[in-house]
């Protein structure tokens, strides 16, 4: 019933930015918690961050912590994903993920998954 859409992907070099968005569409009308996960070739899927309904709790993988930025515009249904800084190491498909219950850092936790936006950052 919940649709998810990504955009903003694409190619940057090490040290640039990118502003990822997802927009939840469908049958939205409770509240939810929403999430970004990325997974390189061969590589398993792995957290990246995480924001709470009122946007009151954020987590943060450590390898992207000081560097990425989460938000959300309810009245949008929208999640934002702020990449500053991106390393090599960043490149993957970058998934957006909604949860309706609470804020969470494990994939499993989460009910519904965007198609992915391919992020590369070259060096």
């Known amino acids: 019933q919940v649709q998810l859409v990504e955009s903003g992907g694409g190619l940057v070099q090490a040290g640039g930015s990118l502003r990822l968005s997802c927009a939840a569409s469908g049958r939205t009308f409770s509240s939810y918690a929403m999430g970004w996960f990325r997974q390189a070739p061969g590589k398993e899927r792995e957290f990246v961050a995480a924001i709470s309904w009122s946007g009151g709790i954020t987590y943060y993988a450590d390898s992207v912590k000081g560097r990425f930025t989460i938000s959300r515009d309810n009245a949008k249904n929208t999640v934002y994903l702020q990449m500053n800084s991106l390393k090599p190491e960043d490149t993957a498909v970058y998934y957006c993920?909604?949860?309706?219950?609470?804020?969470?850092?494990?994939?499993?936790?989460?009910?519904?998954w965007g198609q992915g936006t391919q992020v590369t950052v070259s060096s």
């Open positions: 993920a909604l949860s309706w219950g609470w804020v969470a850092t494990s994939a499993s936790k989460y009910d519904y």
